[in-house]
Each structure stands twice: as C-alpha cells, then as structure tokens.
C-alpha cells in the first residue's frame, strides 16, 4: 500500500500530538520529504560539537583498562539493573583505573602461543620495543567490529527484553538478561566510533596503515540509518545521532547532532558483513511485521522468550509485550513504552522515520558505494550488488604476495547468528584458495563468525573439546556433503583449509571478546596449521580494536604481532558543558560487564583482569614460500621534491612512497654514492638541507632485514620559468 508524503507527515504529526511529543524540528523533516531528498542539518544552524580525544593515546603494550568491581558504601551487595544508570556511579559500577580516569593499569606485553589447542604461553618473545633487526614488516593493519550502531528511537529494537535484568525476564519467569537486547553503551555508539577513528588516525602518524578491515555488525538492527552512520562516521560527515522525533538533540549530549573526525584519507579500508547488518536483531528473519514497525510508528509488540537463548522467530509470531524505546530527552535515556501491552491506555506510538528501512544484502553493500573514503565501494561493486553475493578479495599491497578473501559466513536461511557457508560460497572459497595456493601467495580469510574458536567459559569446563562449535548441526542449510564424517559444517570446512599451507589466519569478530586460537593441522606437519584471531567489540567492553603486523624473520618463518588498542576518550568537556559521550560509554561498558557478569577472559593467555590478548603468531612457512618472502625489498614507488612545488627555503622536503616490504630507514645525499650520508630513522617526507638548487637528490630506503632499494633522484624545480612568467605578466 502506498502512503504520501503528505499524509506520512499527517501521521507523525497526529502519532506526536497524541503522546505529547516534540516535533520542533517537523518542519525540517517536511521540507525534506517533500523535495524527495534525505535528511540533513545544516552544521551553520547549530552549534555542531566536536569531540576531539585525548592527546595522550597508549596502546595496551603500555596499559591497559582495568575494571574495578562495584564495592558498595555500606554492608551488603547492591545489585543494579541494566537500566539504572543514574546510580551506576553512586555504587561503583563502571569504574576503572585507580580513580575511574585513565588507565592506569600494567602494560599486557606480547605472548608466543604454542600451536597447540589448549597451550599455555611459549617462550617469551623479544622485548617487542627491540624489534629483531633482521626482520622485516610486510604489512601492518587494524581490525575493528561489533560497534553496533544503534538506533535507540526505534520502534523495532528490543531494550523491555534487558533492562530489567536480573528480574524475570521470559514467559516461564525465569531470568534472562542480555547485553545485546541492551545495556547503556546504545546512547552513544557513533561517538565510540569517531574516538575510535581518532585513536586510530593517531596511530598512523606513528606507522603508517596500510589498511583498515571492519569485520562486521556495523548497524545494530538491520537498519539503513544506523550504517548510513556508520559510513557516514567514518567519512567524516556531519551526524546526526536521533531519529523520529530526535527528542533532546539540543539539550542531550549524547542527542546532539555532532561533527566526527574522519579517517585519515591516506588508509584505504574494507567491510564484511554480519548477522546483525541483515538479521533483525541479528537473530531472526526479517517478517513484513518486522519492517512495517521500523517504518511505522507502532511500538514493537511481541512474546517473551521461553528458552534461553531466546526462539526469536517465535517471539516475533506471539504478542502481548511492548519492548520499548529510549526517550533521548532524558540525561540517562530512559526506557519508555516497555512492558505488558495492556498496561497502556492506548497502544505506543513514536514517530515514524522512512530512514529505518531494513537493508536486504544488496541494499547494504550498495551503501558503501556512497562513501568519500577509499576504495569507493570498500571491497564491493555494482556487480557484487546485482548479484547479491557479499564474497570477494584484494591485495593490500604491491609486491607483497598476502591476498585477503573475505567471506560472507551469515546464515541467510534462518536468519540466525550461527555460521554458515552454502554450496556456492563454499566453491568460490576453494577456487579463490586455490588460485592462492598455485600463485604462491600467503592467504588471510576475512569473515565476521568464527570457524572453531575456544569455547566460552563453563561450570564446569569441557573435559575434551575446549573448542566451541558456531556452526551447529541444526544450521542444515550449510554445505556438508558428509555429514557422516563431520558432524557440523564447521568440522568439514576445517577439514578442507588444513589442505592449504599457505593459509595463515581467520580474522573474525562476532563473539565481543578478545580470543586466540591455534588451528594446528591433524597430522601435526606445522605447514598446514593457521590461527583464528577474534577482534572484540567496540560497542561493549573493552571497546577495542586490533593492530597488526606481518613480519618476515630472520628463519624465514613469519610473525603475525598482534594487539589490541582501547578506544581513546577524553575526560574534559566538549565544548557544551557536558563531559563526551564516549568518554560515559566506557563508564557505561564496565557497568554491563558487572551487571550481566559477563566472562572477560576467554581461553589460555587472555587476562583475566582485561580481557587483553596480544600475541606473536608464528608461521612455519613451506621451502617455497621462505624463498619468494626472501626476495622481497622495498621499492620506492614516487619520489618528488617539495611535492613538486617551488618552495623558497633552506629545507626541502622529499615526499615519496614506498611498496615492497616497509622502510624501516633512509638516505639522502647530493652524491650518488652517498658519501657521507647516515641511515635516518624513515619518514614519508623527510626533510634535506640541498647546498644548490641545481643538483640531483639521490635517495634510497631499507627495511628491517638490510635490503635496500634501488637508488632514484629527483632534482629541485626550476624556479626561473615562474620568475620569469611574473615578470611578463607585470
């Protein structure tokens, strides 16, 4: 049935009136759908803030976040609900450090894991500040997932189903609670994800990116608004952070229409997606029910639960429970229209708002090819959107022989957060692995659910298989041609990847945690094992990324050092009286932790304080491929004085850029045999001092292992034509 804008507007306006609602900024909203466009404020209209992180940003090699649990200040345990958030601070919930502002905690230096399933610590490895001097980085990087961006206005999230915990919760009384249904951090995901940005922006003036990954779960609902912030964050575009009535945007921190940062242009990024980008709630086949409420302004109205975890499907078929919004003209956001349907006079409404569209899985990829960032597209094209096929790979860098195949594991058949792989993707996946294999390349799968990870923690521990099956036997729509032989599609697939020695790593998000495990091969010949890494959640605590760093050493095998990076938040006030949002979704993180009694460390070698895992993976590589690493040095690519501009001066600076394995050193000289010249620590534009402006710069690079790179030159620009030009033209 279609509906006119005109009486789309004559709704929302009726759905306000009747429950008091503002719609001050209605008229925005008019003008916007008459003309057809999408919804925009103009940042010369408002006071748009900014929220700049703190100059100081450490890595968790120099210290980590350390929770604090709740100490009440007098006899007894006080037991908070999630949605208690004003008393969070009152009773210690949510703090960290020795006094809630900063971390403060020990630094979590690298271990070396053994590749063996339930192995303790190897060897300490080398102080990772006294870096082997005979090894040399190919390629360095950073992993991020699971930031949820949260539409909180929205009639169709599910916060009644958490916000009550530990009260009884499900429709056999019993008590469920889950951090995903809510917990605080939902008021503001967008601003974690701009410091996250920053933190990382920060990083690459130290050493440089190559590049970014998202792994997935970037919207938290399916919904088209909440990655259109996603993008839009990351590009550096103005937000807004509120929907429908966007109720508190110019009172309510966390409301406020604000202005991110941006990622730094020079560091290309790419996407997979996730349960929760196509599922609703990440849980559950997306009904006409389902996208009727998102458009529409009727309060999401469903069943409780009655297993844990939850049937979803079955919630959504029964009815009787209204799950709720969050008022964002409330300092703390309150849940309002949550609980019985009958307890309301009359049935919920908020305001409607065409731009919660559910995202089918050729609508989200068709996103990211309205970005400003590169590649445009971020590993999708036109073609992979007619298609709807959401599988590809790409070559981070020239000359390095690492090729990264990104898969889309989500089970779109029932809609579920199990792993899953059909008959097609799966074929792609072992033709692109065999291209790999026979080009000698080293090979990283990409892909938001883990294959084989290590179990979550139980009471009591599993006596034989520490290891936790995300592909169930009931996901019957994923490809196993034996089920005979292997149980669960997870156990065929990894079955097959043991047949490719150059596979190294599967990159996952998906679970919120930080968790290492080695995938050694049956037969134990170490050529044929890889290691699964998981990347935690920057929606939930710690609020983490992952640095990576692929080094050759000096035996031809190859290191992956990795670790993780707490989001930097800053303390002092945005500029509009109110601390940063950011800065409370820490606080808020902590405080779910303890709510929920959530398990921070998962598996051997993980903190058990922080959750940190940071790590040098070694890869025993085949006699082929230690000889093709071998061969490579770096290359510099460009190299131009001043950028090719006339610059008047004693300096000059020597822009250039280099592919191959990463400079770790430089020199200059006016000699071509570079008499006199030192090595310098290297930098993308370092600056010389030329004795004339009429001799050749010569200038070469090497990297940790000593191998040089061919000599090039360049010669200062000629500024008489310029001169000469002025004249004439006078």
């Avoid at 007098?74 to 008393?87: C, D, R």
């Avoid at 429709?171 to 939902?186: F, K, L, R, T």
């Avoid at 594991?409 to 993707?425: L, S």
């Avoid at 983490?544 to 000096?554: L, Y």
């Amino acid at each position: 049935m279609g509906v006119s804008r005109r009486s789309f507007l004559r709704c929302c306006a009726g759905a306000a009136a009747a429950l008091r609602l503002d719609l001050s900024i209605l008229g925005t909203l008019e003008k916007a759908v008459a003309s057809g466009g999408p919804l925009k404020f103009e940042a010369a209209a408002v006071n748009v803030p900014t929220y700049p992180i703190t100059p100081q940003v450490f890595t968790t090699l120099e210290k980590t976040v350390i929770p604090i649990a709740p100490y009440p200040p007098y006899p007894g345990t006080i037991v908070l609900t999630p949605g208690q958030v004003s008393q969070y601070a009152a009773y210690g919930y949510g703090v960290w450090g020795n006094d809630g502002t900063y971390p403060t905690g020990p630094p979590y230096l690298y271990v070396r894991p053994p590749m063996v399933i339930g192995g303790k610590d190897g060897p300490p490895p080398p102080d990772p500040s006294v870096r082997d001097p005979l090894a040399a980085t190919l390629l360095t990087f950073f992993t991020m997932s699971d930031i949820h961006i949260c539409d909180k206005e929205s009639p169709a999230q599910v916060p009644y189903m958490a916000f009550q915990y530990p009260n009884p919760m499900t429709a056999q009384g019993q008590s469920m609670g889950n951090s995903s249904a809510y917990s605080a951090v939902i008021l503001s995901t967008t601003q974690v994800l701009d410091a996250a940005v920053q933190t990382i922006n920060v990083l690459h003036q130290r050493t440089p990116f190559d590049f970014g990954l998202a792994l997935g779960d970037m919207a938290n609902n399916t919904q088209h608004n909440e990655l259109r912030w996603f993008i839009d964050v990351i590009d550096g575009k103005p937000i807004r952070p509120s929907s429908g009535a966007h109720r508190g945007a110019g009172t309510i921190g966390y409301q406020k229409p604000f202005q991110p940062a941006g990622l730094d242009p020079s560091i290309p990024w790419y996407a997979a997606v996730g349960n929760h980008d196509l599922f609703w709630m990440g849980s559950s086949p997306v009904t006409d029910y389902i996208r009727d409420t998102l458009l529409g302004g009727s309060v999401l109205n469903t069943g409780l639960p009655t297993t844990v975890p939850p049937d979803f499907p079955a919630v959504l078929n029964s009815r009787g429970y209204c799950m709720g919004v969050i008022d964002g003209a409330t300092e703390y956001g309150d849940l309002i229209y949550g609980g019985l349907a009958r307890q309301f006079p009359y049935f919920p409404l908020v305001t409607a708002d065409p731009d919660r569209g559910s995202l089918s899985l050729s609508d989200w990829m068709g996103e990211f090819l309205n970005t400003t960032t590169t590649p445009v597209g971020h590993g999708f094209t036109p073609e992979m959107v007619s298609e709807g096929f959401a599988c590809y790979h790409f070559y981070p860098k020239a000359d390095i022989p690492i090729k990264f195949i990104v898969l889309d594991d989500t089970d779109k058949v029932n809609g579920d957060a199990a792993g899953y792989i059909d008959q097609r993707t799966y074929e792609w996946l072992i033709n692109e692995l065999d291209e790999g294999e026979a080009a000698g390349e080293l090979m990283i799968i990409c892909a938001h659910i883990p294959l084989l990870p290590y179990a979550q923690p139980q009471s009591p521990p599993p006596a034989n298989n520490p290891l936790y099956p995300l592909w169930p036997m009931w996901t019957s729509s994923s490809y196993n041609p034996d089920p005979s032989l292997y149980p669960t599609p997870d156990l065929f697939l990894r079955a097959q990847l043991h047949k490719y020695k150059n596979l190294i790593l599967w990159l996952s998000g998906h679970t919120h945690r930080n968790c290492i495990t080695p995938q050694p091969a049956p037969d134990g010949n170490p050529e044929y094992g890889y290691w699964e890494v998981e990347t935690p959640s920057l929606r939930d605590f710690p609020q983490q990324f992952r640095h990576f760093e692929i080094v050759r050493n000096r035996d031809q095998t190859i290191s992956i050092f990795t670790h993780n990076v707490d989001t930097a938040v800053n303390p002092s006030p945005a500029g509009n009286g109110s601390v940063p949002p950011a800065w409370n979704s820490r606080s808020y993180g902590i405080a779910a932790q303890e709510i929920f009694q959530l398990q921070i460390k998962q598996g051997p070698n993980a903190s058990p304080l922080s959750g940190v895992y940071n790590a040098e993976l070694v890869k025993v590589l085949s006699p082929e491929m230690q000889a093709k690493l071998a061969q490579i040095a770096p290359v510099v690519s460009s190299f131009k004085i001043n950028g090719g501009a006339i610059i008047p001066g004693p300096q000059v600076t020597l822009n250039n850029t280099v592919v191959g394995s990463t400079p770790t050193h430089y020199q200059a000289s006016e000699d071509p045999g570079f008499a006199g010249a030192e090595w310098l620590p290297y930098a993308q534009a370092p600056s010389f001092s030329p004795s004339s402006r009429f001799k050749n710069i010569y200038f070469k690079v090497k990297d940790g292992s000593g191998r040089e790179s061919a000599v090039v030159s360049s010669r200062l620009p000629n500024p008489l034509p310029a001169i000469l030009g002025l004249v004439l033209d006078h």
